[in-house]
C-alpha cells in the first residue's frame, strides 16, 4: 500500500492512498468487506486531520474520529481491484476538522476505474499529554464564502444529530431462546473483543477503523443469518463515536435486526466497552449505527429479502423507525437524480 500527500503552501490538505485488495478482504463471494473499506477510509482521514492540527507550532496532539457520516457503498469492490482513496479537508471549526474522502476501484488489467465510496468524517484533535484535553484546529484557507457556509451548516448539522442519537442510546439487545426464523432474535448476533496494542493510536485508545471494521462483521453475520445468501454492505448511516475506548477494554459488538424493504435490510449495531485494566468505570455505550445490507445471487444481482417478523411492541416500533429512515433516504436519493433525468 502507499501513502502520498498534497501541499498546499504550509499545510498537506490532501491525501491520496491505494492498496490492492487481497482475499483475506473479501467474503466467500469474493466481493470486499464493508468494514475493509471503512477502515481504510478511517485511516487516510486520520493521517491528514493529525497532519493538519500538528501543522503549526505549539502542542503535539492526534486526531480522534467523532462521527462518520451516512457512506454509501455505490459498487462492490472484488479481490485483485486496486483501491485509490482520496481525503481532503473540506471544513475546521475551532475544535474540529470535517475530511471528505472518495473511494475509487481500479481494474489493474483494463486499467478501467469506478467510484465505490464518498464518505465524511469528523476528527478532534486530543493533546498527547493529556488526552481529555481537546486542542484548537489551525483554519484553512476557503476558497469562497460560500464554501465556508456550507462548511458551517454541516458541521452545526451534525453536531445536533449527535446529540439526539445520545438521547436514545440506552437500548440493549438480550439472547433469545429457540428464536423462530426470520424474526429479531433468530438472526441477531454479537462479537467479544479484547482491545490490544495493535488496534490502537498513539494514546492508547481504539483507533474508529477497527472499531467500524467489527461493527460491519457483525451486521452481516446478523443479514447473512436472516436472508442466508451472499450480502454486502450498501450504506452506514451516521456512525457517532460517544466515548473513547482504551486499550485493554473488552468490546461487545450487538447486532439486530430492525427493518427490511423488498431488496435491503437495516441493521442496528452497538459497541459497548467494559474496562477491565486499573479502571473502575462500569460497562458503557462507545460506538452506534445502523448499516443496510443486500442480498446479491451467485451472479450479483439483487435478490427479494424475506420479510422480517416482528413479535413485540418495541421491535413494531423499531421497524417503523426503519421504514421512516428508509423512506427518507430514498426521496432525497430521487431528489438528487432529477437533475441528472433532466439533462
Known sequence: SCFCAAKSPDIALFLFHFRIMRPDDANIAGNVHGGTILKMIEEAGAIISTRHCNSQAGEHCV????????????????????????????????????????????????????????????????????????????????????????????????????????????????PVINPEPYTVGYSQSSLIHLVGPSDCTLHGFVHGGVTMKLM??????????????????????????????????????????????????????FVD?????????????????????VSLSKEGKPLPVPQLLVETEDEKRRFEDGKGRYLQTKAKRQVQMQPLTQQ
Request: include cysteine; charged fraction near 30%.
Open 63 to 174: 486526531a480522534a474520529l467523532a462521527r462518520v457520516e451516512r457512506t454509501d457503498f455505490l459498487s462492490p469492490m472484488c479481490i485483485g481491484e486496486v483501491a485509490h482513496v482520496c481525503a481532503e479537508i473540506t471544513y475546521t471549526s475551532k475544535r474540529s476538522v470535517e475530511v471528505q474522502v472518495n473511494v475509487l476501484s481500479e481494474n489493474i488489467l483494463t486499467g478501467a476505474k469506478r467510484v465505490t465510496n464518498r464518505a465524511t468524517l469528523w476528527y478532534v484533535p486530543l493533546s498527547l499529554k493529556n488526552v481529555d484535553k481537546v486542542l484548537e484546529v489551525p483554519p484553512i484557507q476557503y476558497a469562497s464564502k460560500e464554501l465556508e457556509e456550507e462548511g458551517k451548516k454541516r458541521y452545526d448539522e451534525q453536531k445536533l444529530e449527535r446529540l439526539v442519537t445520545k438521547e436514545r442510546n440506552g437500548d440493549i439487545i438480550f
Open 273 to 293: 466497552a467494559d474496562p477491565f485494566v486499573d479502571e473502575p468505570k462500569e460497562r458503557y455505550r462507545a460506538v452506534s449505527a445502523f448499516f443496510t445490507y
Open 216 to 269: 460491519d462483521e457483525v451486521a452481516g453475520i446478523v443479514a447473512a443469518r436472516h436472508c442466508k445468501t451472499n450480502i454486502v454492505t450498501a450504506s452506514v448511516d451516521a456512525i457517532n463515536f460517544h466515548e473513547k475506548i482504551k486499550k485493554g477494554c473488552v468490546i461487545t459488538i450487538s447486532g439486530r435486526m430492525t427493518f427490511t424493504s423488498n431488496k435491503s435490510m437495516e441493521i442496528e449495531v
